[in-house]
Protein backbone atom coordinates (compact mmCIF):
# COMPACT_ATOMS: atom_id res chain seq x y z
CA UNK A 1 0.00 0.00 0.00
CA UNK A 2 1.05 3.34 -1.26
CA UNK A 3 0.04 7.06 0.27
CA UNK A 4 0.26 10.04 -1.16
CA UNK A 5 -0.78 13.17 1.04
CA UNK A 6 -2.00 16.46 -0.74
CA UNK A 7 -2.57 19.93 1.07
CA UNK A 8 -0.90 21.84 3.91
CA UNK A 9 0.56 24.49 3.91
CA UNK A 10 0.77 28.01 6.01
CA UNK A 11 -1.95 29.95 7.24
CA UNK A 12 -2.46 32.32 10.60
CA UNK A 13 -4.01 30.85 13.61
CA UNK A 14 -7.90 30.56 13.82
CA UNK A 15 -7.53 29.75 10.02
CA UNK A 16 -8.97 26.30 8.33
CA UNK A 17 -6.78 23.86 6.19
CA UNK A 18 -7.49 20.43 4.53
CA UNK A 19 -5.55 17.37 3.75
CA UNK A 20 -6.34 14.63 1.77
CA UNK A 21 -4.30 11.52 1.21
CA UNK A 22 -4.92 8.75 -1.58
CA UNK A 23 -4.35 4.98 -1.45
CA UNK A 24 -2.77 3.00 -3.86
CA UNK A 25 -1.83 -0.88 -4.45
CA UNK A 26 -3.37 -3.69 -1.64
CA UNK A 27 -6.07 -0.92 -0.43
CA UNK A 28 -8.88 -4.13 -0.18
CA UNK A 29 -6.64 -5.17 3.23
CA UNK A 30 -7.06 -1.58 4.70
CA UNK A 31 -9.32 -1.56 7.17
CA UNK A 32 -8.37 2.20 9.38
CA UNK A 33 -7.09 5.09 8.06
CA UNK A 34 -5.97 8.09 9.84
CA UNK A 35 -3.83 11.01 10.21
CA UNK A 36 -1.16 11.35 13.02
CA UNK A 37 1.58 14.39 13.38
CA UNK A 38 4.43 15.37 14.39
CA UNK A 39 6.06 18.57 15.98
CA UNK A 40 9.54 19.28 16.18
CA UNK A 41 11.41 17.59 19.24
CA UNK A 42 7.82 15.26 20.06
CA UNK A 43 6.71 12.09 19.87
CA UNK A 44 4.55 11.41 16.60
CA UNK A 45 0.72 11.27 17.68
CA UNK A 46 -2.31 10.09 16.59
CA UNK A 47 -4.74 13.23 15.54
CA UNK A 48 -7.63 10.99 14.37
CA UNK A 49 -8.98 7.97 12.76
CA UNK A 50 -11.37 6.30 10.84
CA UNK A 51 -12.54 2.64 10.74
CA UNK A 52 -13.55 0.96 6.91
CA UNK A 53 -17.38 1.34 8.49
CA UNK A 54 -17.13 5.07 9.23
CA UNK A 55 -16.54 4.87 13.27
CA UNK A 56 -13.99 7.74 13.92
CA UNK A 57 -11.83 8.97 17.23
CA UNK A 58 -10.05 12.07 17.50
CA UNK A 59 -7.30 13.42 19.78
CA UNK A 60 -8.94 15.57 22.80
CA UNK A 61 -6.95 18.84 21.50
CA UNK A 62 -8.74 18.41 18.11
CA UNK A 63 -11.67 17.61 18.97
CA UNK A 64 -14.56 20.18 17.48
CA UNK A 65 -12.09 21.76 15.64
CA UNK A 66 -11.02 18.95 13.09
CA UNK A 67 -12.86 16.66 10.92
CA UNK A 68 -11.71 13.14 9.51
CA UNK A 69 -13.67 11.58 6.98
CA UNK A 70 -13.07 8.79 4.09
CA UNK A 71 -14.14 7.81 0.65
CA UNK A 72 -13.48 3.88 0.31
CA UNK A 73 -14.36 4.01 -3.28
CA UNK A 74 -11.89 6.70 -4.28
CA UNK A 75 -9.35 4.89 -1.28
CA UNK A 76 -9.06 8.39 -0.08
CA UNK A 77 -9.29 10.16 3.51
CA UNK A 78 -9.86 13.17 3.95
CA UNK A 79 -8.66 15.98 7.29
CA UNK A 80 -10.39 18.96 7.45
CA UNK A 81 -9.29 21.18 9.86
CA UNK A 82 -10.29 24.59 11.52
CA UNK A 83 -9.88 26.97 14.01
CA UNK A 84 -5.92 26.03 13.89
CA UNK A 85 -3.66 27.15 16.37
CA UNK A 86 -0.04 27.60 16.33
CA UNK A 87 0.33 24.21 18.69
CA UNK A 88 -0.91 22.35 15.96
CA UNK A 89 2.25 23.12 13.80
CA UNK A 90 3.70 19.69 12.70
CA UNK A 91 4.60 17.64 9.83
CA UNK A 92 0.89 15.11 9.60
CA UNK A 93 1.09 12.08 8.19
CA UNK A 94 -1.15 9.64 6.58
CA UNK A 95 -1.85 6.33 7.84
CA UNK A 96 -3.06 3.11 6.62
CA UNK A 97 -4.15 -0.85 8.91
CA UNK A 98 -3.99 -3.42 6.75
CA UNK A 99 -4.58 -7.04 7.40
CA UNK A 100 -1.88 -9.19 6.22
CA UNK A 101 -3.76 -11.47 4.20
CA UNK A 102 -4.43 -15.05 6.09
CA UNK A 103 -3.33 -14.43 9.03
CA UNK A 104 -4.62 -11.95 12.02
CA UNK A 105 -2.07 -9.21 11.95
CA UNK A 106 -2.38 -5.95 10.58
CA UNK A 107 1.07 -3.68 9.10
CA UNK A 108 0.77 -0.02 9.43
CA UNK A 109 1.79 2.13 6.01
CA UNK A 110 2.77 5.76 6.08
CA UNK A 111 3.21 8.63 3.88
CA UNK A 112 5.89 10.84 3.26
CA UNK A 113 4.06 13.55 5.39
CA UNK A 114 3.13 17.17 4.94
CA UNK A 115 3.89 20.29 6.59
CA UNK A 116 1.43 22.21 8.66
CA UNK A 117 2.52 25.23 10.17
CA UNK A 118 -0.04 27.85 11.70
CA UNK A 119 1.31 31.18 12.69
CA UNK A 120 0.23 33.87 15.74
Known amino acids: VQLVESGGGLVQAGGSLSLSCVASGSTYTINHMGWYRQAPGKERELVAR???????NYADSVKGRFTISRENAKDTVYLQMTKLMPEDTAVYYC???????????????WGQGTQVTVSS
Open 95 to 109: NAQGWIIATPSTMDY
Open 50 to 56: ISLGGTT
